[in-house]
């Protein structure tokens, strides 16, 4: 089956992660059935996910009526739930993709995962939902507030199913979340960059910090430092070919990165405040 396109159900759609993962679903053009305890809980969470984008309005429904509308459905509650909800849910599934997000967590130890004894909350649900269910666990590592504040995922999504076809049905899915396509080997010349120029603007010492955020202006990564800065008269300089301020620089670091950051479709700039640092931000369209 091919992942585009697709009636997704998401069990637990008004939660934290399922409201996220149905935003970023719903904005990949899906059509999303946000499946609840409360059909007009479920409604009133498919109306607020109307205004965040998607081509097909998405629509509320019990959790048993959205699963059966449904050629994936996602399962996005807390592991307390987790038996009773996939028991309500199963008579509709049979031979759908099942992508389940559990953790399972027993508060108030959520510090800790609490294996239940099949092993992993996903072969909890492949046992409870019988070998006729292809069950894939997916998205357990993935922020609930990252999906919902659009702010980019800077971790590798985790997938594990027993058939490829089925893990490739749930990458797909998965590569809909915000994330940036660059060529990894010159993004890392590029923060190799900015993070070694920080470094060495902070002699004595500071603080390094390095972000990525996600917004109506694109994704952007950002470097900064608490060093000495950049004089104003230098700020519209540093990112021209042999110009340099260091004793031993040859002026091309800043210059490279720029290009490398333009060729991967973004785009490079400086703020600087002299005696208090610098940030340099790498922004994606
Ligand atoms: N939050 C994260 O960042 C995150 C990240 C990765 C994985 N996960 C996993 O994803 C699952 C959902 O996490 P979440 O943070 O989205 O959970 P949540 O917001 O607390 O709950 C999700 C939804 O589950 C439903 N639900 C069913 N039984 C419930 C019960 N006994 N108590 C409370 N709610 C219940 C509720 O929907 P209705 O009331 O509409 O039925 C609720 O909106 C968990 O298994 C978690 O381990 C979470």
Not at 50 to 63: F, H, I, L, Q
Not at 131 to 145: E, I, K, L, P, Q
Not at 218 to 226: I, R
């Amino acid at each position: 089956m091919q992942a585009g396109k697709t009636t997704i159900a998401i069990i637990g759609g008004t939660g934290a992660l399922g409201a996220g993962l149905a935003r970023h679903l719903a904005r990949a053009g899906h059509a999303i059935v946000i499946g609840s305890r409360s059909a007009d809980k479920a409604d009133a969470a498919a109306q607020a996910l109307a205004v965040s984008g998607g081509t097909v309005k998405p629509r509320g429904a019990g959790n048993a009526d959205a699963a059966k509308a449904a050629e994936i459905v996602f399962v996005t509650v807390p592991w307390a739930n987790h038996a009773a909800i996939l028991d309500e849910i199963a008579p509709h599934v049979a031979g759908k993709l099942v992508v389940d997000t559990t953790v399972p967590l027993v508060p108030p130890r959520v510090a800790r995962v609490q294996m239940p004894p099949e092993g992993s909350a996903a072969l909890a649900a492949q046992k409870r939902l019988g070998t006729g269910v292809r069950v894939v666990s997916a998205f357990h590592n993935v922020a609930a507030h990252k999906l919902q504040k659009d702010e980019a995922i800077d971790c590798d999504v985790l997938i594990f199913g027993d058939d490829p076809k089925d893990r490739e049905v749930v990458l797909e899915l998965a590569k809909g979340l915000p994330a940036v396509s660059a060529d990894p080997d010159q993004l890392l010349l590029v923060v190799g960059n900015l993070v070694s120029n920080a470094v060495q603007a902070m002699p004595e010492g500071g603080r390094l910090t390095v972000t990525t955020a996600s917004g109506p202006e694109g994704l952007a990564l950002s470097v900064g430092d608490t060093g000495a800065g950049i004089a104003a008269e230098h700020v519209g300089k540093i990112f021209e070919p042999l110009f340099t301020t260091k004793p031993r620089g040859i002026g091309l670091g800043l210059a490279v990165a720029r290009s490398l950051s333009e060729s991967n479709g973004a785009t490079l700039t400086v703020e600087s405040a002299p005696g208090r640092g610098s940030r340099f931000v790498m922004r994606f369209a």
